[in-house]
Nanobody, 124 residues
């Protein structure tokens, strides 16, 4: 089992920045790839970014590429999502998730463990 806890959400003006953290406990976290997803009201949960466990390779949704950066610190069992140049359309609950998949995956069903989410609200 892996337990995930997100933090760092909040209210920010458009153009601002936030850094989300995903702290893990339980089984060897460094063996898991980690993804960030988000879900806006009335919409499906969508992929944002993912990072591998082995070489820290990354993958981003087109909507956040160049603005968001995912990183991990295995010594701290933590994955981060640095979000810059935020837009009102980035408003959502952000979730981190972990998977044993050996390649970067983007679909929700491919992830085994989920956090409870953290709210990000971007005002215009």
């Amino acid at each position: 089992q892996v337990q995930l806890v997100e933090s760092g959400g909040g209210l920010v003006q458009a153009g601002g920045s936030l850094r989300l953290s995903c702290a893990a406990s339980g089984r060897t976290f460094s063996s898991y790839a980690v993804g960030w997803f988000r879900q806006a009201p009335g919409k499906e949960r969508e992929f944002v970014a993912a990072i591998s466990w082995s070489d820290s390779s990354t993958h981003y949704a087109d909507s956040v590429k160049g603005r968001f950066t995912i990183s991990r610190d295995n010594a701290k069992n933590t994955v981060y999502l640095q979000m810059n140049t935020l837009k009102p359309e980035d408003t959502a609950v952000y979730y981190c998730a972990a998977t044993l998949a050996t390649i970067l995956v983007v679909r929700t069903f491919e992830y085994d463990y989920w956090g409870q989410g953290t709210q990000v609200t971007v005002s215009s």
